[in-house]
């Protein structure tokens, strides 16, 4: 178990004490242990495993909490999670993921309305008993009735990073079953969707039931919810479902091409081999007139997934394509893209620091930067609108360009912008002066604020920002969180026009919860010729690891590495954005 998903279950086991109105003192004790768990640089399986260090050393962490993260290590779950579980009905977990309702609101919800599901809560607002509740009022009563539809999808889907993360650890421990001879993940997980459902695991092994058994031993299950011949899902505590398929080798490929999907990205297929009087299915490729489901005749082709695509003179399309967009059609033009890749990727323009709200130094960032053998940076702390985030003046911007000469005066092989992410005013307008923003190297512009304005002013402020002649790029351009926060009301179509006639660019925040552009946009993007950048947006040396899911994305959307500015040179990036 990781550092992010300790701080998980710490923040739910104080949710639900919130919820059940216990000690403050506790609740406030497990918040902030999440917390300082959360970015803590190292991960504290090391420092448990090392015998000369306490949990208890760590600042804010006592005994107590220690022995509960000792458990979590250990086990994968903690007790007193679940008898907290058992106490509070589970549909009022649902309630917790609406924006803006603490565990306190939704415990007077429940106290006094008896409101124990998204159902109840959404025909409460309906008939506006909510905003007669103390505490609540009638803008409570909408902003909760507006949050209700991605609580329900938050409720059923997982970031990729997240499933990524439980991905990784079960691979490991399904590898100690010897008898497995392959082993890959399928369905949107392996497409690299933004969310996954469930994670369909396929195995080729002689005999399914050892893979199984290994199964119910992986550390965090709780339930075995179907155990057959070849099937068998689970539930993990984290409420995540895993499909397991036990496959023959010589079906391996079919089935791998099958259960990865996407079901759009199949109907496609099947239609395409219908017309070479073939079935495909999960066991293989099949001539029509012979039969065509497991055990009819011989199969032409179902081993590898290359040899499935390949009968049908397909190529083996990248997962993160095969979502019956224009997959088919590249592969009818002979054009399929050669998509972007990490390594491609050789600056990162949009971080912070301790300047503003990072939680590492400039000079901390500069040098991981250089260990990643990243070739340039641009360092984006807020401006000073970010009042939360103590966001730079002028005055203290320049302090920090300052800094950022000195340091380039000291490096060789690394290159550090002068830059800020200054924030697109609510009335319209940037939060610093031009002569400002005119000595920065790279200006990514955001916005913060006045996130609910209608589409008109929005649109206002986005277009100024794109027109300003100092601005670079847009940063995250549609402010959603993922499972947590509607997008801005943005035409985004309009914005990818504006910034191609203004020769601006556009973001691919990479951080997990933001993927901001997606996949549509990006696509759209690349139709006009806005060059991409892909940014980390990193608050610490860790934050500089999510490039990984930005690249994810852009491959989703088909992009190469001609399309994403940051695959460049400094030099060329600079003369794109009339910098010179
Ligand atoms: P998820 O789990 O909601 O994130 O999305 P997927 O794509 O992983 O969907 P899932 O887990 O229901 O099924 C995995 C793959 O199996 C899916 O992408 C395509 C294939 N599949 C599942 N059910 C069907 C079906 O009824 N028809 C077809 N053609 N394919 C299916
Ligand atoms: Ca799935
Ligand atoms: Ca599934
Ligand atoms: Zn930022």
Same mark, same amino acid.
């Given at each position: 178990?990781?550092?992010?998903?300790?701080?998980?279950?710490?923040?739910?086991?104080?949710?639900?004490?919130?919820?059940?109105?216990?000690?403050?003192?506790?609740?406030?004790?497990?918040?902030?242990?999440?917390?300082?768990?959360?970015?803590?640089?190292?991960?504290?399986?090391?420092?448990?495993?090392?015998?000369?260090?306490?949990?208890?050393?760590?600042?804010?962490?006592?005994?107590?909490?220690?022995?509960? &993260?000792?458990? #979590?290590?250990?086990?994968?779950?903690?007790? @007193?999670?679940? !008898? +907290?579980?058992?106490?509070?009905? *589970?549909?009022?977990?649902?309630?917790?993921? &609406?924006?803006? #309702?603490?565990?306190?609101?939704?415990?007077? @919800?429940?106290? !006094? +309305?008896?409101?124990?599901?998204? *159902?109840?809560?959404?025909?409460?607002?309906?008939?506006?008993?909510?905003?007669a509740l103390k505490g609540f009022g009638a803008k409570t009563e909408e902003t909760i009735l507006a949050g209700i539809p991605l609580a329900e999808q938050a409720g059923k889907r997982i970031y990729w990073a997240e499933a990524d993360q439980i991905a990784g650890g079960l691979l490991t421990h399904m590898r100690g079953e010897k008898s497995i001879r392959q082993i890959e993940f399928a369905g949107s997980y392996r497409r690299g969707r933004e969310t996954v459902g469930d994670l369909d695991l396929l195995v080729d092994a002689s005999r399914s039931g050892p893979v199984m058994d290994r199964l119910e031993e992986f550390a965090g299950v709780t339930d075995i919810l179907a155990r057959g011949e070849t099937k068998?899902?689970?539930?993990?505590?984290?409420?995540?479902?895993?499909?397991?398929?036990?496959?023959?080798?010589?079906?391996?490929?079919?089935?791998?091409?099958?259960?990865?999907?996407?079901?759009?990205?199949?109907?496609?297929?099947?239609?395409?081999?219908?017309?070479?009087?073939?079935?495909?299915?999960?066991?293989?490729?099949?001539?029509?007139?012979?039969?065509?489901?497991?055990?009819?005749?011989?199969?032409?082709?179902?081993?590898?997934?290359?040899d499935v695509y390949g009968v049908l003179e397909l190529p083996c399309f990248p997962p993160e394509i095969r979502e019956a967009r224009q997959e088919f059609h590249w592969a009818k033009e002979d054009k399929l893209p050669e998509l972007i890749e990490l390594e491609d990727v050789v600056g990162d323009l949009h971080m912070h620091t301790t300047a503003t709200d990072g939680k590492a130094t400039l000079r901390e960032m500069a040098a991981a930067a250089r260990e990643r053998g990243l070739h340039y940076i641009a360092i984006t702390d807020h401006s000073k609108r970010v009042s939360m985030a103590r966001g730079l003046d002028e005055k203290r911007l320049r302090r920090q360009w300052e800094e950022v000469d000195e340091l380039n005066g000291e490096l060789d092989d690394l290159l550090v912008l002068k830059g800020v992410e200054c924030d697109v005013l609510e009335k319209g307008g940037m939060d610093l002066p031009d002569d400002v923003l005119a000595e920065a190297d790279w200006v990514v512009a955001s916005l913060h604020y006045g996130q609910k304005q209608p589409r008109a002013q929005i649109m206002a402020r986005l277009l100024e920002a794109i027109e300003h002649p100092h601005v670079s790029i847009l940063g995250h351009p549609t402010g959603r969180l993922i499972n947590r926060r509607e997008p801005y009301d943005v035409d985004v179509e309009q914005i990818i026009a504006a910034a191609a006639e203004q020769g601006k660019l556009l973001e691919l925040n990479a951080n997990p919860a933001r993927l901001d552009l997606n996949d549509i946009h990006l696509a759209a993007a690349s139709r006009h010729h806005v060059p991409v950048v892909i940014s980390t947006d990193a608050h610490s040396v860790a934050g500089l690891d999510v490039m990984r899911y930005g690249v994810l994305q852009a491959r989703r959307a088909g992009l190469t590495s001609k399309e994403v500015a940051n695959t460049l040179p400094w030099e060329q990036v600079r003369q794109m954005i009339g910098n010179v």
């Open positions: 178990m990781n550092n992010p998903a300790i701080a998980t279950v710490l923040e739910q086991v104080a949710d639900l004490l919130e919820f059940q109105n216990s000690n403050p003192f506790r609740v406030r004790a497990y918040r902030s242990a999440a917390r300082r768990i959360q970015d803590f640089p190292e991960p504290l399986s090391e420092i448990v495993a090392d015998g000369d260090r306490q949990l208890t050393d760590l600042d804010g962490i006592g005994k107590d909490m220690a022995a509960k &993260i000792a458990e #979590l290590l250990e086990t994968g779950k903690l007790s @007193l999670l679940e !008898e +907290l579980r058992e106490q509070v009905p *589970e549909e009022v977990f649902a309630l917790l993921r &609406i924006q803006g #309702l603490g565990p306190k609101k939704a415990a007077i @919800l429940y106290k !006094e +309305l008896g409101i124990a599901s998204l *159902e109840m809560l959404r025909e409460a607002c309906e008939a506006q008993q909510v905003r068998m899902s689970v539930r993990l505590e984290v409420g995540l479902q895993i499909d397991l398929r036990v496959v023959r080798a010589e079906s391996f490929g079919a089935a791998l091409q099958y259960f990865t999907g996407s079901k759009e990205h199949n109907v496609v297929l099947r239609g395409m081999a219908k017309d070479r009087g073939l079935k495909v299915n999960e066991y293989g490729v099949y001539r029509v007139d012979q039969g065509g489901s497991e055990g009819d005749g011989e199969s032409l082709a179902g081993r590898t997934e290359e």
